[in-house]
């Protein structure tokens, strides 16, 4: 896909067109697919969930889709019921799961990230699994990939990244990001020309994440290049070991 195309597309049909570029190079989504998209209600799943409805013609393969929201018991930051109304527009059953994540922590530990991603990825599989899907799609782009590789790199020292096709040896179910060529700007544009609003995180343990730290040096280092950050992700399919399969 020529840079031309990028610059003159419309932001939904730019997401339309690298979400089956990334299906059909990286083999995300195969004929009866039952796809399970883990819905937050922000602005990535909820693009995520709109562009994997839109996307079917294109890929030619009959698939199904449903969604889940996981709830917990310290962050409301999704309008579950306008969330459910939007995506019904768009054919995808919709469901939610409480998890209580702080209730699930044993004495003495404290409430983080990683503990609470932990948990809601568990649920996301049990329920999967419990119900039939063979996939699960995430709502992760570009950048978010990008960034787990530095951030693997300079705080674990390990050659390591967010694979964008994961089949779990454990579980009869694989992970899958279909958004992966999209930077998150991309994703803005999108939502902004269909209408999807995004709702503002509330949970408090997010706010200085070693994330965000990490987007602010890739930035500064690409100059916020989506051209850089894409000969990126694909230095990191093309070695001897693929890092985004996994």
């Known amino acids: 896909m020529g840079d031309r195309f990028l610059r003159r597309a419309g932001a939904s049909a730019i997401a339309q067109k690298l979400a089956v570029k990334a299906a059909m190079e ?21 693009v995520l969930a709109w562009a994997l409805s839109a996307i ?13 929201h996981i709830s917990t018991d310290f962050c409301a930051c999704c309008k579950k019921s306008a969330l459910a109304q939007r995506l019904a527009e768009w054919g995808i059953p919709f469901n939610d799961l409480f998890v209580p994540v702080i209730g699930r922590l044993k004495p003495g530990e404290k409430m983080n990230c990683y503990w609470c991603s932990t948990q809601r990825r568990a ?9 039939g899907f063979n996939k699960i799609a995430l709502g992760h782009h570009l950048d978010d990939i990008v960034e787990t590789f530095f951030m693997n790199l300079c705080n674990k ?13 454990k579980y009869p179910v694989s992970i899958i990001r279909p958004l992966a060529y999209l930077e998150e700007r991309q994703i803005i544009e999108c939502a902004d020309e269909q209408g999807i609003l995004s709702n503002a995180c509330t949970c408090p343990y997010g706010a200085n994440s070693k994330r965000r730290d990490m987007r602010r040096r890739i930035a500064a280092f690409t100059g916020a290049s989506g051209a850089v950050k894409r000969r990126i992700l694909a230095a990191l399919g093309s070695g001897e070991r693929d890092l985004l399969a996994e």
């Open 56 to 68: 079917r013609p294109a890929l030619k393969a009959g698939y199904e889709l449903a969604a889940l």
């Open 157 to 169: 020292g390990e050659l390591s990244a967010m694979p964008i096709l994961l089949k779990y040896r």
């Open 26 to 46: 990286r083999g995300l989504i195969r004929e009866g697919d039952r796809i399970l998209i883990a819905a937050s209600g922000g602005k990535d799943s909820t």
């Open 123 to 131: 649920e996301l599989l049990k329920y999967a699994i419990g119900n």
